[in-house]
């Protein structure tokens, strides 16, 4: 069961990183400190808890020489990012927010991006937001 749970948290930690960097609309030099830090951190705490003599002894020093570790990883991560993204796109497509929809008709009608930027402060948005 340890390995499971080592395998499936390595993943969900790769797959969690990987949306922050997809949906982030700027990255600062702090965000990079704590993504790679909450890498750092996790394979830490990992690595020093395999060592320890309890039941989980030497799980992760045993997976860590084993390519098909890095690959499962890797393939839990691509998955569940495709995944995502379809889900995401089928949103945007089929389910529009109302920033969404709004965005759609500024660009339909031609207004200006400043204005469009402005829209969400203005206090017809929503009326706006309908249009579409």
Known sequence: ???????????????????????????????????????????????????????YEGVLRHHLGDPAFYLTILLEAVVAMVLHVFFQGWCYSFRPNPLQKAHRYAVAHGVEQEYFNQCKLHPDYDELAKLQ
């Not at 499971?4 to 390595?10: A, D, L, Q, R």
């Not at 930690?13 to 600062?28: N, P, R």
Request: glycine residues 2%.
């Open 1 to 55: 069961h340890q390995s499971i749970y080592t395998v499936t948290y390595s993943a969900l930690l790769l797959i969690v990183t990987v949306t922050i960097w997809i949906e982030s609309h700027t990255i600062t030099w702090i965000n990079h400190v704590a993504i790679i830090g909450t890498f750092a951190l996790y394979w830490a705490t990992t690595l020093i808890y395999s060592a320890m003599p309890v039941t």
